[in-house]
C-alpha cells in the first residue's frame, strides 16, 4: 500500500492543476469549490468560482448577502436548490461557527457524505476518504470490479478508507479525484503515463475499457414546453418559479406545457413564435418553444421589468436563452431602451426592490455571467418582430 501511495501523492505533488481554491486551504473557499464542483467539471466551474468569490470574498459576506444577488452569481450552474442551501448553511455557520468534523459538516443545509469529507480532509486535515465519479471509475479499473450504481459506490468508499493517507488525506483525496480527471479518463484512459499502472489489475488485463461497468440508462422523457414573453410598451412580465417548480426561487417567462394556463397568467390569446431550441434537464429531454405576445395591460400575476433589467436577474439557462431569443426578435440591444425616469412606475413593490438592489450592486452585477448562452444551437424564425408593432402599453 506505501508504494501505491507514495507513487500517486508523488506525481499529485508534480503535475496537479494550479486551482484557485487550491491556493489556500480555507474552509470556505474549498467549501464553495466543492458545492460548486459536484456534477459538474472544474473548467465550468473556474468562472463561476472566481466571480463568486470576487462578490462574496468571506463567509460573512455570502451570509449577509442577498438572496436574489447570491441566486444571480450561481445563475448557470444548475442545481439551484444547493445555492439556496449552501446560502442557509453560510448563515447557520456565520452564527454558530465551523464544524470540526465530517459529521458536523452533514448536519448543514446541503451538505452530503462527499462534501463533508472533502472539506474536512482538504481545509481541516480529517482523515477522511473521498469518493466521486473519478474514484469510482478508478477504483473500478484497478481492481476490475463488476460493481454498479450503489454497489459501487459502497465498494469504492471501503477500498478509499483502506487506501487513505493518514498523514495527507486531503491532498491524497485531491490526487485520488485528480488522477481520474486527468489520466484514467472516462473514455480513453492515458494508462502509459499513469503513475499507478503497476497496481492496476485491468490495465495487467488490457480491460480497461470494459470498467465501470455501465449502469442501466434511465429513460429519456421528451417534454415541450411553451414560454411566452410577455411586452406592454417598453416592459416585459416575468414571474418567479414557486417552490415545487423546476427552478424554484429563478425568474423567468410564463412557461408551461398548457396553453390554457399561459393564456390565463400573460392574458393574451396570440403568441407570435419567435423561436425554438431543446434543453436538457436530468433525464427530461424539454423542446422549448418560444413566442412573444402583446396583452393590452398587465397581468396582476406577473411582475413587470424594464427588458434590459431581465438580464440581472437569476435565469435558468432556458429562460436566458428565451430572453436572447427575444431580444433578436424585438431588436433590443443591451442599452436600455426604458427606465429614464419613468422605473418608479414601472416597478411597483418588490420589483422596485430588486431594482434598489441591483442598483446598490452594480458593477459586479454587470458582468458577462448574465450574458446568457451562444446561440448556436437555437432555431431563430426568420421575420423578426419590430418593437414599433408590438401592442402599446395602455394601464
Ligand atoms: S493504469 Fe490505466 S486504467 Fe489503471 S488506473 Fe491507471 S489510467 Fe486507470
Not at 140 to 163: E, I, K, N, P, V
Not at 216 to 221: G, Y
Not at 311 to 332: D, F, H, T, V, Y
Not at 382 to 393: D, F, I, Q, T, Y
Request: glycine letters at 6%; a positive charge.
Amino acid at each position: 500500500m506505501r508504494d501505491f501511495q507514495l507513487a500517486l501523492l508523488t506525481w499529485y505533488d508534480a503535475q496537479k492543476r494550479d486551482l484557485p481554491w487550491r491556493r489556500s486551504h480555507d474552509i470556505y473557499a474549498v467549501w464553495v469549490s466543492e458545492t460548486m464542483l459536484q456534477q459538474t467539471t472544474v473548467a465550468a466551474v473556474l468562472p463561476y468560482f472566481e466571480r463568486w468569490m470576487a462578490a462574496f470574498p468571506t463567509l460573512q459576506d455570502l451570509a449577509r448577502a442577498p438572496r436574489g444577488k447570491v441566486e444571480r452569481f450561481w445563475a448557470g450552474l444548475g442545481y439551484y436548490s444547493r445555492c439556496r442551501r449552501l446560502h442557509e448553511a453560510a448563515r447557520q455557520v456565520a452564527d454558530q461557527g465551523w464544524p470540526r468534523t465530517s459529521q458536523d459538516w452533514t448536519r448543514l443545509p446541503g451538505v452530503g457524505c462527499y462534501t463533508a469529507n472533502a472539506v474536512a480532509s482538504i481545509a481541516q486535515n480529517e482523515t477522511v476518504a473521498v469518493v466521486d465519479g473519478n474514484v469510482e471509475r478508478v477504483f473500478a479499473r484497478a481492481t476490475c470490479s463488476d460493481a454498479t450504481g450503489a454497489a459501487l459506490r459502497r465498494q469504492a468508499q471501503a477500498w478509499a478508507d483502506q487506501c487513505l493517507h493518514r498523514e495527507r488525506p486531503g491532498d491524497w483525496n485531491q490526487a485520488l479525484m485528480e488522477l481520474g480527471a486527468l489520466v484514467c479518463r472516462p473514455r480513453d484512459p492515458n494508462c502509459p503515463v499513469c503513475p499507478v499502472a503497476s497496481f492496476c489489475q485491468s490495465q495487467e488485463a488490457g480491460t480497461q475499457s470494459c470498467y465501470p461497468r455501465p449502469s442501466p440508462k434511465p429513460k429519456v422523457v421528451e417534454l415541450e414546453h411553451e414560454i411566452w414573453i410577455p411586452v406592454v410598451g417598453e416592459a416585459v412580465g416575468l414571474r418567479q418559479s414557486p417552490e415545487g417548480e423546476w427552478w424554484q426561487g429563478l425568474w423567468g417567462f410564463p412557461r408551461f406545457a398548457d396553453k390554457t394556463q399561459l393564456e390565463q397568467i400573460t392574458l393574451s390569446r396570440e403568441p407570435r413564435l419567435i423561436g425554438s431550441f431543446r434543453h436538457t434537464v436530468t433525464c427530461h429531454r424539454i423542446s422549448v418553444r418560444v413566442s412573444i405576445v402583446t396583452p393590452p395591460t398587465r397581468s396582476k400575476a406577473l411582475n413587470w421589468f424594464a427588458w434590459p433589467e431581465v438580464g440581472q436577474l437569476a435565469l435558468p439557462a432556458p429562460q436566458k436563452r428565451a430572453w436572447n431569443l427575444g431580444r433578436i426578435a424585438l431588436s433590443w440591444t443591451d442599452e436600455p431602451p426604458g427606465l429614464k425616469g419613468e422605473e418608479d412606475e414601472l416597478v411597483a413593490g418588490e420589483q422596485r426592490k430588486a431594482v434598489e438592489a441591483k442598483r446598490q450592486d452594480k458593477g459586479q452585477d454587470a458582468q458577462s455571467i448574465f450574458a446568457g448562452e451562444p446561440l448556436a444551437a437555437s432555431k431563430v424564425l426568420p421575420s423578426p418582430v419590430a418593437l414599433g408593432s408590438l401592442g402599446k402599453e395602455t394601464n
